[in-house]
């Protein structure tokens, strides 16, 4: 693998971009820009009639999952492997067209993964354009385009050091992180069946914050957050490549010998018809693994550990703190913890290049302000107390709306902590611009948070969220060992 073979690290990345782009100009809307009137008019479209009357409407809504290779953006251009397949549909639905007739453009439009099937049957969207293990529980509800010629097999990926795996049943009492609403999780309930059968204890089975997708756990699995997981065959070969600290067991199968393909609704035989056309087309191609290779892959970013041995030692010297301050301002002392690490990597004597300090990188003139007003900031405690205040500061005066979620309120404090509070005011009012959720960070204001500051705030708060899930996974872990040790676990 070589140095140009780079990776994005970001939370549910780049859940951080329109809610929708057309691929290629519809009517005389020329730019995303151009057409920010019209996200929520999309989203509220719920139809489920045939091709010929979403040719009629001029588009097809695809629903598609932000990732690291299926679809992002860049410099405003939808990017990404499914990207780059519906991009070859929409050249066979308008094959043959003249320059006045009128073209069938294709919309993206994001959602959660566990949301594609649902969003689909609901008529929010007429393809859900991603990779989907074709099982009989999703058949019953869509119908699949699909090749059916390249078999998936579904695999166990471990950290390193990870012992006693020598059968899948030896996954038994142990926890596995999976994708949310996954055809891995429906799989390792299976086996849980069969376990149980056997009298043997089921498997721990953790369905990952709906935020997060096989990439980002593989991520934790890499950095040794998460021991174990469970991915398609291809896409865990293809992640080892470029993260050393996976372990894919080709030996240890959930499922062996599945499809997988996009999906679609089994009352569009029109549709399905038409995508059939595209299979053959994009088998001519470059192998799956070049293609993400050579194109979807860009700058590294390694997500750190904050549980390893040496963090934990310094998470120790200040958990006291978080925990004090983090109940006397009304914060989950975790997200104050996650927050920290962002910052500083819990290190005290850290000092920025514009003079912030500390563990909480605060600028002194911001301690000073009377509404802070926490003196001597390289004092540990007093930096700690001086940004959680100034944290509480920031939430109470500008997100204290009852519309505002308590994740929002966070996401918010965090943001404008990072870029200030006028700055994030511009984003929240931009976004409702965009008909986004002005009340809501994801997939909604961090859209328009690009726009006005680029990555750098977008990348801070996913930060932040990727680390406080992974403080409260060990929190759980941790409880879950005290139950089993005292008598209550299974």
Aim: no cysteine; aromatic share 10%; net charge positive.
């Amino acid at each position: 693998m070589t140095g140009a073979v780079k990776i994005f690290f970001r939370v549910w990345v780049l859940a951080t971009l329109p809610v929708f782009v057309f691929s290629t100009p519809l009517s005389a809307l020329e730019t995303v820009e151009g057409v920010e009137g019209l996200p929520s008019a999309i989203s509220r479209i719920k139809e489920t009639k045939d091709l010929p009357e979403m040719k009629k409407r001029g588009f097809i809504r695809a629903l598609v999952t932000f990732s690291k290779t299926d679809f992002f953006l860049t410099d405003g251009r939808p990017r990404g492997l499914q990207t780059e397949y519906l991009q070859q549909y929409e050249k066979i639905l308008n094959k043959g067209l003249g320059k006045r007739e009128r073209r069938t453009g294709i919309v993206y439009i994001p959602v959660p993964f566990n949301r594609l099937i649902p969003a689909l049957t609901a008529g929010e969207g007429d393809i859900a354009a991603a990779y989907l293990t074709i099982t009989p529980e999703r058949e019953k509800q869509v119908a699949f385009v699909s090749g059916r010629r390249r078999k998936i097999d579904e695999l166990v990926v471990t950290a390193k050091g990870v012992k006693d795996l020598n059968t899948v049943e030896d996954l038994s009492g142990r926890m596995v992180y999976v994708l949310r609403g996954s055809s891995y999780a429906a799989h390792l309930r299976a086996l849980n069946t069969r376990l149980r059968a056997k009298g043997r204890k089921p498997v721990n089975i953790r369905e990952a914050d709906v935020r997060l997708l096989t990439e980002d756990i593989l991520e934790m699995v890499n950095a040794g957050v998460v021991e174990i997981t469970v991915s398609d065959d291809y896409k865990a070969r293809l992640w080892a490549e470029v993260l050393p600290g996976l372990v894919v067991r080709d030996d240890l199968k959930v499922n062996s010998g599945g499809n997988i393909g996009w999906a679609v609704r089994k009352n569009n035989p029109k549709l399905i018809e038409s995508l059939n056309r595209l299979v053959p087309k994009i088998r001519k191609g470059s192998s799956l693994g070049n293609i993400l290779y050579k194109r979807y892959y860009e700058n590294t970013r390694w997500i750190k550990n904050p549980l390893v041995r040496g963090e934990r030692i310094k998470f120790g010297n200040f958990v006291a703190l978080f925990r004090k301050y983090g109940d006397q301002y009304g914060f989950d002392y975790l997200a104050v913890a996650a927050q920290a690490y962002q910052e500083s990597g819990f290190d005290q004597s850290k000092k920025s290049h514009a003079g912030a300090v500390g563990v909480m990188q605060l600028l002194p003139s911001t301690a000073a302000d009377p509404n802070v007003g926490i003196p001597d900031i390289k004092d540990p405690d007093n930096n700690i107390h001086a940004g959680v205040k100034y944290m509480a500061f920031l939430r109470d005066r500008y997100f204290s709306d009852p519309a505002i979620r308590k994740i929002d309120r966070f996401a918010f404090s965090w943001a404008a902590y990072n870029a200030g509070p006028a700055r994030v005011r511009k984003m929240r009012a931009r976004a409702e611009k965009m008909g986004l959720d002005r009340n809501k960070w994801f997939r909604n204001v961090e859209h328009a948070a690009l726009k006005i500051v680029g990555q750098e705030t977008v990348r801070y708060v996913a930060n932040i969220y990727k680390y406080y899930i992974v403080y409260s996974l060990a929190k759980d872990l941790v409880a879950e060992k005290k139950n089993i040790m005292q008598g209550k676990g299974s």
